[in-house]
């Protein structure tokens, strides 16, 4: 198995710019998770899905986000317009289950917004 | 705030000695899982303890948890350079559905 594919690994923007960050789970996989790391705030989760509908956005910082789901095998993390403190990496998980159990986390797309 | 808080922050040890790892939470829980994260990479999934559990072994990883004092510990045993990385405990909480509450992480060095 591939594992949970993130692209791009690295996305240099400039402030303004919309960003689309992108993610393809671990086939079979039925919950999709988004999460955004940096040094100050650690791991947090931004919107998760189950079965592709959305369960919980309240992580998401501002109407400047937003995730799709529009199949089981595709999501996006859009941001728009990107602005310098939305630098971080930002990870997408995928699990089995529906329920707290084993994420398996994609190796992340470091996003830095000049 | 349910996080689990990891103690200690940073451990630097020699190669072949044993890690230990604390994490506390607040509230009730489904399960208590511990992760891995390299440098410059993702999460990985090391093993997950459910409530009614208090030991759990898996390769030279040992995990017990106390439920009555909200906490677990990681033991590595006979540590390696390649053991070096963050360890980040999560727990699963009953009713949260698929959330994880992840901790800030320990950072652990192993010294050849």
């Known amino acids: 198995d591939a594992g949970v594919i993130q692209s791009p690994r690295h996305e240099v923007t400039e402030m303004g710019q919309e960003v689309t960050l992108r993610c393809k789970p671990i086939?079979?996989?039925?919950?999709l998770f988004w999460y955004r790391q940096t040094m100050m705030r650690g791991l947090e989760l931004l919107i998760y899905?189950?079965?592709?509908?959305?369960?919980?956005d309240s992580g998401m910082p501002e109407d400047r986000f937003s995730a799709k789901m529009p199949n089981a095998s595709f999501s996006t993390l859009k941001i728009q317009p990107s602005e310098p403190r939305d630098s971080a990496v930002y990870f997408c998980?995928?699990?089995?289950?529906?329920?707290?159990?084993?994420?398996?986390f994609g190796p992340g797309t470091r996003l830095t917004v000049t | 705030s349910q996080q689990g808080e990891e103690d200690p922050q940073a451990l630097s040890i020699q190669e072949g000695e044993n890690a230990t790892m604390n994490c506390s939470y607040k509230t009730s829980i489904n399960n208590l899982q511990w992760y891995r994260q390299n440098s410059g990479r993702g999460l990985v999934h090391l093993i997950l303890i459910r409530s009614n559990e208090r030991e759990k072994h898996s390769g030279r990883l040992r995990v017990t948890l106390d439920t009555s004092k909200k906490s677990s510990s990681l033991l590595i045993t006979a540590s390696r350079a390649a053991d070096t990385a963050s360890y980040f405990c999560a727990t699963g909480y009953t009713g949260a559905n698929s959330k994880l509450t992840f901790g800030k992480g320990i950072t652990l060095s192993v010294r050849p």
């Open positions: 899905f189950n079965n592709n509908v959305p369960i919980d």
């Open positions: 998980a995928s699990s089995y289950f529906t329920g707290p159990y084993e994420q398996y």
């Open positions: 086939s079979g996989h039925n919950s």
